[in-house]
């Protein structure tokens, strides 16, 4: 029997497990598309190529299995490169096909002759162009091997359109069946026992938990060791609410629960498990203080010691460093540090009483802060996904994430327009949750279209919009470095955001008091289709970090 390479890909991504796929459409790209039909893989198409990779990115970070976007040759390739460098930055597992122009037309001016893989490469793990239409099957399995090990990433894998049509013989064709380690990397016994000399001289030790633990599947493994050893977590990422930020051990987001450590005294040990030192961990004014002593976990050996001088650096999986310290204290219990935790309970009360005061139910329009508090408050077991400069940090601070995996925000592109595809990406991972995406008004616009993809895939999800008519990070920034008389380029329109929505088949919302938020989100569950609700809030509310200067911290050099 014959078979051409869209066939090969689809029994492929099969055997993967891959159900869903995040496309759009070209002619170069349609055997997979064909071939996909067949096999009964759900072709979720997008409007724009950027949303497909978003979600792809999105269903990575939420299920630990790589995303797959297909995308068609020339500008399907140069349209989803935002998302994929979105994916790069923060080691997201996740796979690009993407279509070329016939090898056979090479330099004759074909329609869209782009080069995918030079493009690719300073943005994904490992980016390939398949000459060989025998050898398509293999490829797919080094796609997914590079995506998933090690560090996870993004992966590129280009099929032009005439090696993919090619029929050939199946018997010719081999289908990789077992390309992944059994084994992951595991700390020696003498880093583990130095881990814990450190953390038992330790008066205040803290964990910064970043995505590393998420990926490797070691929330619980996290919530055993601090709930065995009394130390505290401040977590990043899909990893807030492994240990659950309404109790003493779990502290909050790095960029807003570290802010309660300097309050109470200061850390002195410092395990970064799985986590970077960069912006998200308080950028040159570094969260670690200078003479704690530094613990750094990771998967990748060049990670440890950026930035900083560390006491020990562990190249290992973050669960199986985790499985190897809870059984060391199993064995030889760690000192408790009640008064440690007790004092950083107060500065975490204190520090969150100072958004707290936001809240004003009598105030029209009302803070963002409130806003992103009503809607982290009800986030109940759903996905919250934040959008936006201001908005993300209301919802980073607002936030009390009660378990993993539930919180989807930006990383280290810092990429606006995430929004909605990793809302529409939730809804499909987790169809029996609520979904609210909290955008910014300027964000909303950038993949605005997919609202359309969540009435035709029917993805009912909830886009609430912090609309304070700017591009209000931007806009708050000018105001405090140049004044008010130069706000320049970022103003924006009090535009109906629900009626444009609304006319792709939505349901839509107008809320300008606080107390309308909550029954306008519950309406807009209730109907069980996709909303926007568009909601006023006060445009002159300067979040923390740009009061701090925080995010270009231009000429300090
Ligand atoms: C794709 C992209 N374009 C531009 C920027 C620069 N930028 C950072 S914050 C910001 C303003 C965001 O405005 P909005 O979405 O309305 O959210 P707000 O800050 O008002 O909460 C911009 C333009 C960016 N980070 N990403």
Same mark, same amino acid.
């Given at each position: 029997?014959?078979?051409?390479?869209?066939?090969?890909i689809?029994?492929?991504?099969?055997?993967?497990?891959?159900? +869903?796929?995040?496309?759009?459409?070209?002619?170069?790209?349609?055997?997979?598309f064909?071939?996909?039909? &067949?096999h009964?893989?759900?072709?979720?198409?997008?409007?724009?190529?950027?949303?497909?990779?978003h979600?792809?990115?999105?269903?990575?970070?939420? !299920?630990?299995q790589?995303g797959?976007a297909?995308?068609?040759?020339?500008?399907?390739?140069?349209?989803?490169?935002?998302?994929?460098?979105n994916?790069?930055?923060?080691?997201?597992?996740?796979?690009?096909?993407?279509g070329?122009?016939?090898?056979?037309?090479?330099?004759?001016?074909?329609?869209?002759?782009l080069?995918g893989?030079?493009?690719?490469?300073?943005?994904?793990?490992?980016?390939?162009?398949?000459?060989?239409?025998?050898?398509?099957?293999e490829?797919?399995?080094?796609?997914?091997?590079?995506?998933?090990?090690?560090r996870?990433?993004?992966?590129?894998?280009?099929v032009?359109?005439?090696?993919?049509?090619?029929?050939?013989?199946?018997e +010719?064709?081999?289908?990789?069946?077992?390309?992944?380690?059994?084994?992951r990397p595991?700390?020696?016994?003498?880093?583990?026992?130095?881990?814990?000399?450190?953390?038992?001289?330790?008066?205040?030790?803290?964990?910064?938990?970043?995505?590393?633990?998420?990926?490797?599947?070691?929330?619980?493994? %996290?919530?055993?060791f601090?709930?065995?050893?009394?130390?505290?977590?401040?977590?990043?990422?899909?990893?807030?609410?492994?240990?659950?930020?309404?109790?003493?051990?779990g502290?909050?987001?790095?960029?807003?629960?570290?802010?309660?450590?300097?309050?109470?005294?200061?850390?002195?040990?410092?395990?970064?498990?799985?986590?970077?030192?960069?912006?998200?961990?308080?950028?040159?004014?570094? !969260?670690?203080?200078v003479?704690?002593k *530094?613990?750094q976990?990771?998967i990748?050996?060049?990670?440890i010691?950026?930035?900083r001088?560390v006491d020990?650096?562990?190249v290992?999986?973050?669960?199986?460093?985790?499985?190897?310290?809870i059984?060391?204290?199993?064995?030889?219990p760690?000192?408790?540090?009640?008064?440690?935790?007790?004092?950083?309970?107060?500065?975490?009360a204190?520090?969150?009483?100072v958004?707290?005061? $936001?809240?004003d139910?009598?105030?029209?329009?009302?803070?963002?802060?409130h806003l992103?508090?009503?809607?982290?408050?009800?986030?109940?077991?759903?996905?919250?996904v934040?959008?936006?400069?201001?908005?993300?940090v209301?919802a980073? %601070?607002? /936030?009390q994430?009660?378990?993993?995996?539930r919180?989807?925000?930006?990383?280290y592109l810092?990429c /606006?327009?995430?929004?909605?595809?990793?809302?529409?990406?939730?809804?499909?991972?987790?169809?029996k949750?609520?979904?609210v995406v909290? !955008?910014?008004?300027?964000?909303i616009? %950038?993949?605005?279209?997919?609202?359309d993809?969540?009435?035709?895939? +029917? *993805?009912?999800?909830?886009?609430?919009?912090?609309?304070d008519?700017?591009?209000?990070?931007c806009?708050?920034?000018?105001?405090?470095?140049?004044?008010?008389?130069?706000v320049?380029?970022?103003?924006?329109?009090?535009? $109906?955001?629900?009626?444009?929505?609304?006319?792709?088949?939505?349901?839509?919302?107008?809320?300008?008091?606080?107390?309308?938020?909550l029954?306008?989100?519950?309406?807009?569950?209730?109907?069980?289709?996709?909303?926007?609700?568009?909601?006023?809030? &006060?445009?002159?509310?300067?979040?923390?970090?740009?009061?701090a200067?925080?995010?270009?911290?231009?000429?300090?050099?």
């Amino acid at each position: 029997m014959q078979i051409n390479g869209g066939e090969m890909i689809a029994r492929m991504l099969e055997r993967e497990g891959v159900k +869903n796929v995040f496309a759009l459409h070209g002619g170069h790209i349609d055997s997979i598309f064909q071939a996909c039909y &067949d096999h009964g893989i759900r072709i979720v198409d997008t409007r724009h190529e950027q949303a497909a990779g978003h979600m792809a990115d999105a269903w990575g970070r939420l !299920t630990g299995q790589p995303g797959v976007a297909i995308v068609t040759a020339g500008p399907g390739v140069t349209d989803i490169v935002t998302a994929v460098a979105n994916a790069y930055m923060d080691a997201v597992p996740m796979v690009v096909i993407g279509g070329r122009y016939p090898a056979a037309d090479d330099e004759m001016m074909p329609l869209q002759e782009l080069h995918g893989v030079p493009l690719m490469q300073s943005i994904t793990k490992w980016s390939r162009s398949i000459r060989d239409p025998k050898r398509i099957a293999e490829y797919v399995s080094d796609a997914f091997r590079h995506a998933t090990t090690g560090r996870p990433g993004p992966v590129f894998l280009e099929v032009p359109a005439d090696t993919l049509a090619r029929k050939v013989e199946e018997e +010719n064709v081999r289908f990789p069946s077992a390309y992944r380690a059994e084994e992951r990397p595991a700390p020696s016994p003498e880093a583990v026992e130095k881990t814990l000399r450190i953390l038992a001289e330790a008066e205040r030790p803290v964990i910064f938990a970043g995505r590393g633990v998420w990926f490797s599947g070691a929330s619980d493994e %996290l919530r055993e060791f601090c709930e065995l050893t009394g130390i505290p977590v401040c977590a990043n990422g899909m990893t807030r609410g492994a240990v659950p930020e309404d109790t003493e051990l779990g502290l909050g987001g790095i960029m807003g629960g570290a802010q309660a450590l300097p309050f109470a005294g200061g850390a002195d040990a410092v395990v970064l498990l799985g986590a970077r030192l960069g912006m998200f961990t308080g950028g040159r004014r570094s !969260t670690v203080p200078v003479g704690a002593k *530094l613990i750094q976990v990771d998967i990748l050996a060049e990670e440890i010691g950026r930035s900083r001088d560390v006491d020990l650096g562990i190249v290992a999986d973050c669960r199986e460093t985790l499985r190897a310290l809870i059984r060391g204290v199993k064995a030889k219990p760690l000192p408790r540090r009640d008064e440690w935790l007790a004092r950083l309970q107060q500065a975490k009360a204190g520090v969150r009483s100072v958004f707290a005061s $936001h809240i004003d139910e009598k105030k029209t329009p009302m803070h963002p802060y409130h806003l992103a508090h009503i809607l982290a408050q009800n986030q109940g077991d759903g996905v919250l996904v934040a959008d936006g400069g201001e908005t993300f940090v209301w919802a980073e %601070l607002a /936030l009390q994430a009660k378990r993993p995996g539930r919180y989807l925000g930006h990383g280290y592109l810092g990429c /606006l327009g995430i929004g909605i595809p990793f809302g529409l990406a939730a809804a499909l991972a987790h169809p029996k949750e609520r979904v609210v995406v909290l !955008t910014g008004d300027g964000s909303i616009g %950038l993949n605005f279209s997919e609202f359309d993809t969540a009435v035709r895939h +029917n *993805l009912p999800v909830v886009v609430v919009v912090n609309n304070d008519q700017a591009w209000g990070m931007c806009k708050h920034e000018q105001e405090l470095r140049f004044g008010k008389e130069r706000v320049i380029g970022t103003a924006l329109p009090l535009t $109906h955001y629900e009626k444009a929505a609304e006319a792709f088949g939505v349901h839509a919302e107008f809320v300008e008091r606080s107390e309308d938020v909550l029954p306008a989100v519950e309406r807009a569950f209730a109907s069980g289709r996709p909303a926007c609700v568009n909601v006023m809030t &006060d445009p002159d509310a300067i979040s923390p970090a740009v009061q701090a200067g925080a995010l270009v911290e231009v000429g300090t050099g």
